[in-house]
Nanobody
Framework: QVQLVESGGGLVQPGGSLRLSCAASGIIFSINVMGWYRQAPGKQRELVARISPGGGASYEDFAQGRFTISRDNINHIVYLQMNSLKPEDTAVYYC???????????WGQGTQVAVSS
């Protein structure tokens, strides 16, 4: 059974930081591209950042320079370090996995991030 379990969300003031974690089980972690998406109220889900099995990372423009995605291939965890948070970063953040061979994808249940003073 595949599980992607996110944690680390919460309420933070503008300018603050949070680190999200996603623990993966039931997949061959080393052949999955891992990603973080987010969905704000009334908006479509959007990509935040992705990281390849080898550690190559890519970011959407709004995340570049503020967010850092990383992965622990031994413990099967992917992280999203978010700094300089803004109110517009408020959203539910979802962990995503895509098998590079089969293209099968999986989603976590999401973790809420709220940025407000």
């Amino acid at each position: 059974q595949v599980q992607l379990v996110e944690s680390g969300g919460g309420l933070v003031q503008p300018g603050g930081s949070l680190r999200l974690s996603c623990a993966a089980s039931g997949i061959i972690f080393s052949i999955n591209v891992m990603g973080w998406y987010r969905q704000a109220p009334g908006k479509q889900r959007e990509l935040v950042a992705r990281i390849s099995p080898g550690g190559g990372a890519s970011y959407e423009d709004f995340a570049q320079g503020r967010f850092t995605i990383s992965r622990d291939n031994i413990n099967h965890i992917v992280y999203l370090q978010m700094n300089s948070l803004k109110p517009e970063d408020t959203a539910v953040y979802y962990c995503h996995a895509e098998n590079v061979r089969t293209r099968i994808t999986y989603w976590g249940q999401g973790t809420q991030v709220a940025v407000s003073s």
